[in-house]
Each structure stands twice: as structure tokens, then as C-alpha cells.
């Protein structure tokens, strides 16, 4: 279930940088990171699409102007990020 609302949330982010659309775009991208961390994939997949969603939101929200939408998606950027070092902690402390 959580690849299958990975995909989903994909095309709804991109679709909301193609057609304008600031719901698209802050729920799409926004959520996708959260995820693939729920999937697992590859620590460095993660990171790489957490960089590259991050920075696609914040350039659409600074482009158009619309800064409630760009500190909202910041913060949810934030949690990602944090989701993501806590599961590379977890995954080192199981290891050892």
C-alpha cells in the first residue's frame, strides 16, 4: 500500500508543477519522501528525492509568490528530513 500511494503522491506532485496547481504540488511532493521511507528503498534514494523534491517545491512557491505555502512546505521538507536520519539511526542500532 505505501508504494502504491508512493506512486500516486508522485504523479500528483508532478502534475501539480505541470498544470499550477499548489495542492498538487505541497500533498505530492510533499508526501512522497514519507513513503519511500515507509517502503524502505535505499537510504540514498531517499536522500536523493528528499533534495530534489525540496528544491523543485521551494523554487514553484518562491516563483509564484505564495510564502504561506512555502514555510508550510518547508516544515513538512523538515519532518522528512528528520523521518529520514531516524531511520538510518534505527537501521545502525539494529545492525550492531
Known sequence: ???FLAVVFGI????GLIFGND????IG???LPWQLIKVKF???IVLGVI?????AG?????INNNWGFLIGYFLVMAYNYW????NIVESNSNNS
Open 1 to 3: 500500500m505505501d508504494l
Open 12 to 15: 500528483i506532485g508532478i502534475a
Open 23 to 26: 495542492i498538487g504540488v505541497f
Open 29 to 31: 511532493l510533499g508526501l
Open 42 to 44: 535505499s537510504n540514498i
Open 51 to 55: 533534495i530534489i523534491n525540496f528544491s
Open 58 to 62: 521551494i523554487i514553484y512557491f518562491f
Open 83 to 86: 523521518g529520514y536520519r531516524s
